[in-house]
């Protein structure tokens, strides 16, 4: 069985720029919940999704958004891109947002 | 403010012997208590998890211990193999959004 897949897995941006990151989940979860992590911390929680709405947030600025689509799959994107977002961005998913949540492999997301 | 505390950045242990990785929290809302590996240019797997009705769940060579009025969880690993050489995060369940808050990390080195 596929796990969750995030595509790109690398990506090279130059601050001001926007990107958009994907997540397919599990097949049959419905619950879409994206984290950030930077070098030496833990993951930070961005935001999560349930049924195509969002059901958490995190501490981010509003260049962060989100959406999930009717099959479930679900973008993140970042506008104004700055050196600070260069980070691994991972999609976790689970049946209805409950525990565990089971994660992708993330993307590495590069600040230039 | 930080809401997790895993204080060993790094363990060495030897292979056969027993490795115990610590967490504190400050949160007493918190009610499901997850550890979580993570191998370089991977995403976190789920390991074990416990909820707050308990104080021990055992999975295998994986216990985890809570501790509630010391606000302490552990995680035991016995007996330690060098395939378990990885860092490994404390994970708690935030609240109504089922948010995870994540430690900062402990990087165990199983040595042959």
């Known amino acids: 069985d596929a796990g969750v897949t995030q595509s790109p897995t690398h990506l090279i941006k130059t601050r001001g720029q926007q990107v958009t990151l994907r997540c397919s989940p599990i097949s049959g979860h419905k619950s879409v919940s994206w984290y950030q992590q930077v070098l030496g911390q833990g993951p930070q929680f961005i935001f999560q999704?349930?049924?195509?709405?969002?059901?958490g947030r995190g501490n981010f600025p509003d260049r962060f958004s989100a959406r999930q689509f009717p099959n479930y799959s679900s973008e993140l994107n970042v506008n104004a891109l700055l050196l600070g977002d260069s980070a691994l961005y991972l999609c976790?998913?689970?049946?209805?947002?409950?525990?565990?949540?089971?994660f992708g492999d993330g993307t590495r997301l590069s600040i230039l | 403010d930080q809401q997790v505390k895993q204080n060993s950045p790094s363990l060495s242990v030897q292979e056969g012997r027993i490795s115990i990785l610590n967490c504190d929290y400050t949160?007493?809302?918190?009610?499901?208590f997850l550890w979580y590996k993570k191998y370089p240019a991977e995403g976190p797997t789920f390991l074990i998890s416990?909820?707050?009705?308990?104080d021990k769940n055992e999975d295998g060579r994986f216990t985890v211990f809570l501790n509630k009025s010391a606000k302490h969880l552990s995680l035991h690993i016995v007996p330690s193999q060098p395939g378990d050489s990885a860092v490994y995060f404390c994970a708690f369940n935030g609240g109504a959004t089922n948010k995870l808050i994540f430690g900062t990390g402990t990087l165990l080195a199983v040595q042959p």
């Open positions: 416990i909820s707050s009705i308990k």
């Open positions: 949160n007493s809302m918190f009610d499901y």
């Open positions: 976790a998913s689970s049946l209805t947002g409950d525990q565990p949540q089971h």
């Open positions: 999704y349930y049924e195509k709405e969002e059901r």
